[in-house]
Nanobody, 119 residues
Framework: QVQLVESGGGLAQAGGSLRLSCAAS????????MAWYRQVPGKQRELVAH???????NYADSVKGRFTISRDSAKNTVYLQMNSLKPEDTGVYYC?????????????WGQGTQVTVSS
């Protein structure tokens, strides 16, 4: 069994910064890809940033140059540094990891953390 626990969301003003963290625990052998998604009411969950074990990164066009995804593989943790925040960054942020367990790979999701950016 795998659990992903997120932290770091909250309220920020436009132009401010927040840092999200997500740590995997449980039957974790290693973690391949890690990602952050965002969801707002009435819309589909969208990919914000993705990082491989390489690590290679890619970002949604809307956050390029403002957000940075990074990972600490020794801690099975992924981070999202969000700078120059905009009101349209508001949403629930979910981390996602493809976790290798002793039995099989497991696609796991965090519980979600609310990010609210005020203008």
């Amino acid at each position: 069994q795998v659990q992903l626990v997120e932290s770091g969301g909250g309220l920020a003003q436009a132009g401010g910064s927040l840092r999200l963290s997500c740590a995997a625990s449980g039957s974790v052998v290693s973690v391949n890809a890690m990602a952050w998604y965002r969801q707002v009411p009435g819309k589909q969950r969208e990919l914000v940033a993705h990082i491989t074990s390489g690590p290679r990164t890619n970002y949604a066009d809307s956050v390029k140059g403002r957000f940075t995804i990074s990972r600490d593989s020794a801690k099975n943790t992924v981070y999202l540094q969000m700078n120059s925040l905009k009101p349209e960054d508001t949403g629930v942020y979910y981390c996602n990891m493809v976790v290798m367990t002793p039995l099989r790979p497991v696609n796991s999701w965090g519980q979600g953390t609310q990010v609210t950016v005020s203008s």
